[in-house]
């Protein structure tokens, strides 16, 4: 039975009706804090800890050859590689500390029809960093909307860097809450001038949360790892937090009665958090460019079962240096040179 503002319609032996408050949003797995990432302008602001930069998180394209395997990308804003020149990685290591990435911004691919998304793809040693991937199967579509009356009201929640509170020795993100207030039919215009789908979230928040992974809640199952949550109805991925809505306030004299002549406005949070759709990220991750590489991956995976099928049956695929990739660091960069010569097609920026 689903039940409006957390009360539950109940009876009691004698049938009279009651309201209980009941809470719909079971505690948050672990594995949904793990996933987040937080990206920095440079290698000594991301060791310091600086309050600088934005937030990612990391997402797992299943491999066609073996979907125990996958291709793990860091997804966060466009704005927070080009304007905001925060490209480097800090990562939670199983030794309790963290590492840092130190990327650029030609490690970066950027959405091809301008919707403001990022991703890098990030072979990740699963021995060293302590962390866990969304599969592409959570996100959540325009078909699953419509197939399970998403909408106004669903409750949702976002992982994300607090710069206030961030952990400097380890990353430590902190959860909003809130609900789904409008649905992504009416674009709204960004800073470039661009018009952006978008989800309009209510959330406990402030503004600082850029490129945080956006969850709704919408069925009342208890949370499972993401690993296996990706088959189960539960938590799916909204979308990708690209900031807050802001109104403006005129400034007033000391009375607090009347605008000062000069008419100074000053910018106030509205509460509304704005989330690219999940299926924007979806587009990029299908980009041309990141395919071919998928495929070439997968083309060289599949050599490998052939020459060695009994080590993939008897005890699933080996573990390598770069897993869940199924080859090297090189062998990734040289798969992305001869997909894509170094050169995006014709009206794309990379």
Same mark, same amino acid.
């Given at each position: 039975?689903?039940?409006?503002?957390?009360?539950?319609?109940?009876?009691?032996?004698?049938?009279?009706?009651?309201?209980?408050?009941?809470?719909?949003?079971?505690?948050?797995?672990?594995?949904?804090?793990?996933?987040?990432?937080?990206?920095?302008?440079?290698?000594?602001?991301?060791?310091?800890?600086?309050?600088?930069?934005?937030?990612?998180?990391? !997402?797992?394209?299943?491999?066609?050859?073996?979907?125990?395997?996958?291709?793990?990308?860091?997804?966060?804003?466009?704005? !927070?590689?080009?304007?905001?020149?925060?490209?480097?990685?800090?990562?939670?290591?199983?030794?309790?500390?963290?590492?840092?990435?130190?990327?650029?911004?030609?490690?970066?691919?950027?959405?091809?029809?301008?919707?403001?998304?990022?991703?890098?793809?990030?072979?990740?040693?699963?021995?060293?960093?302590?962390?866990?991937?969304?599969?592409?199967?959570?996100?959540?579509?325009?078909?699953?909307?419509?197939?399970?009356?998403?909408?106004?009201?669903?409750?949702?929640?976002?992982?994300?860097?607090?710069?206030?509170?961030?952990?400097?020795?380890?990353?430590?993100?902190?959860?909003?809450?809130?609900?789904?207030?409008?649905?992504?039919?009416?674009?709204?215009?960004?800073?470039?001038?661009?018009?952006?789908?978008?989800?309009?979230?209510?959330?406990?928040?402030?503004?600082?949360?850029?490129?945080?992974?956006?969850?709704?809640?919408?069925?009342?199952?208890?949370?499972?790892?993401?690993?296996?949550?990706?088959?189960?109805?539960?938590?799916?991925?909204?979308?990708?937090?690209?900031?807050?809505?802001?109104?403006?306030?005129?400034?007033?004299?000391?009375?607090?009665?009347?605008? !000062?002549?000069?008419?100074?406005?000053?910018?106030?949070?509205?509460?509304?958090?704005?989330?690219?759709?999940?299926?924007?990220?979806?587009?990029?991750?299908?980009?041309?460019?990141?395919?071919?590489?998928?495929?070439?991956?997968?083309?060289?995976?599949?050599?490998?079962?052939?020459?060695?099928?009994?080590?993939?049956?008897?005890?699933?695929?080996?573990?390598?240096?770069?897993?869940?990739?199924?080859?090297?660091?090189?062998?990734?960069?040289?798969?992305?040179?001869?997909?894509?010569?170094?050169?995006?097609?014709?009206?794309?920026?990379?």
């Amino acid at each position: 039975m689903r039940y409006a503002g957390g009360y539950e319609l109940l009876y009691s032996v004698r049938g009279q009706p009651l309201y209980v408050w009941k809470r719909r949003m079971p505690r948050i797995a672990d594995e949904y804090l793990e996933c987040v990432v937080y990206l920095y302008p440079s290698v000594n602001a991301a060791k310091e800890g600086e309050k600088f930069g934005g937030s990612g998180f990391l !997402v797992r394209v299943p491999s066609t050859v073996n979907e125990d395997l996958g291709y793990t990308y860091c997804v966060t804003n466009s704005h !927070v590689i080009r304007e905001g020149a925060a490209t480097v990685i800090r990562l939670n290591t199983h030794d309790g500390g963290t590492d840092v990435i130190p990327l650029e911004q030609e490690h970066w691919w950027h959405h091809q029809y301008g919707d403001d998304l990022a991703v890098c793809p990030l072979p990740i040693d699963n021995r060293h960093y302590k962390h866990a991937a969304l599969d592409t199967i959570m996100f959540v579509t325009e078909e699953f909307i419509e197939e399970y009356d998403l909408g106004p009201g669903d409750e949702a929640f976002m992982v994300g860097r607090f710069v206030n509170h961030q952990g400097r020795e380890r990353n430590t993100p902190v959860v909003r809450f809130g609900n789904i207030s409008m649905m992504p039919w009416e674009p709204i215009r960004n800073e470039r001038g661009l018009l952006q789908d978008s989800f309009l979230v209510e959330t406990r928040s402030l503004s600082g949360f850029s490129g945080s992974p956006v969850f709704v809640y919408h069925t009342p199952f208890s949370p499972v790892p993401i690993q296996s949550q990706a088959r189960q109805p539960g938590y799916r991925l909204l979308g990708v937090c690209w900031g807050h809505m802001r109104t403006f306030e005129r400034v007033m004299e000391e009375n607090r009665k009347d605008p !000062v002549p000069e008419k100074w406005v000053v910018p106030t949070n509205s509460g509304q958090m704005q989330v690219v759709p999940a299926w924007k990220l979806q587009e990029l991750l299908e980009r041309e460019e990141l395919a071919n590489v998928r495929r070439l991956g997968d083309e060289q995976l599949a050599k490998q079962i052939e020459e060695t099928p009994a080590v993939f049956d008897a005890q699933g695929p080996p573990e390598t240096d770069t897993s869940p990739l199924p080859f090297t660091k090189d062998d990734f960069e040289d798969a992305l040179d001869r997909a894509i010569r170094r050169e995006s097609p014709p009206g794309q920026e990379s």
